[in-house]
């Protein structure tokens, strides 16, 4: 079983739709949580990360629940620049493992 | 800025060939990892580093090594490259502060071995 997984997609939703992704992890151990956004042909950069009581910032939310072992992330009124791969990333001591990420795309 | 460094955006080699790829990162972070890209499969931790000369394998290790000398540098050694080594490779650091904060990735190698 991988340490970190989620629903490769694709997603396709029209602008202004809700969306959200989840993203399992398996060791009960892990630390810290966070979200990043992929772009073609690009490296991995930070969305957000994740904390215990959850936290929002402008239309994105994220959520953790460490009793289920999953991550969150919802993204309302979506734009056609949120199309992009989106990766959650689960850090146990010191190393940091990637879920396969959830490819997004929002059309006009 | 943070800044974590590749050495190549595209390199081509030969298979039996050893590779050599460096990344070097400006934020004096202890935590450094090397990833490899492919399609379907996400990122898949193939070393990473928590201090200087420290070296912890990760999901596929087989096939690679790894050098940090430095605390800035961490190299990511093919010994024999195979054509099943072709791939982006990410590079990335962190720092530790509980857990690890967030990961800042280098631009990326694309390594493809004929």
């Known amino acids: 079983r991988k340490e970190v997984e989620q629903d490769p997609g694709p997603f396709n939703v029209p602008e202004g739709a809700t969306v959200a992704f989840n993203c399992t992890y398996s060791n009960s151990a892990s630390q810290s949580f966070f979200w990043y956004r992929q772009d073609c042909r690009k490296e991995p950069k930070l969305l957000m990360s994740?904390?215990?009581s959850g936290n929002e910032d402008g239309r994105f939310t994220a959520q953790l629940n460490r009793a289920s072992q999953y991550i969150s992330l919802l993204i309302r009124d979506s734009k056609l620049s949120d199309s992009a791969t989106y990766l959650c990333?689960?850090?146990?001591?010191?190393?940091?493992?990637f879920g396969a990420g959830t490819r997004l795309t929002v059309k006009p | 800025d943070v800044k974590v460094t590749q050495s190549s955006r595209y390199l081509v080699k030969r298979t039996g060939e050893k590779v050599f790829l460096e990344c070097v990162q400006d934020m004096d972070h202890e935590n450094m990892f090397w990833y490899r890209q492919d399609p379907g499969l996400g990122l898949r931790l193939i070393y990473f580093?928590?201090?200087?000369?420290?070296?912890e394998k990760g999901d596929i290790p087989e096939g690679y090594s790894v050098s940090r000398e430095k605390k800035e540098r961490f190299s990511l050694i093919l010994e024999s490259a195979s054509t099943n080594q072709t791939s982006m490779y990410l590079c990335?650091?962190?720092?530790?502060?509980?857990?690890?904060?967030?990961?800042?990735f280098g631009q990326g190698t694309r390594l493809t071995v004929v």
């Open positions: 580093s928590y201090d200087v000369k420290m070296k």
């Open positions: 990333a689960v850090n146990k001591n010191t190393d940091m493992r």
């Open positions: 990335a650091s962190s720092l530790s502060v509980g857990g690890l904060t967030e990961a800042f």
């Open positions: 994740v904390y215990s």
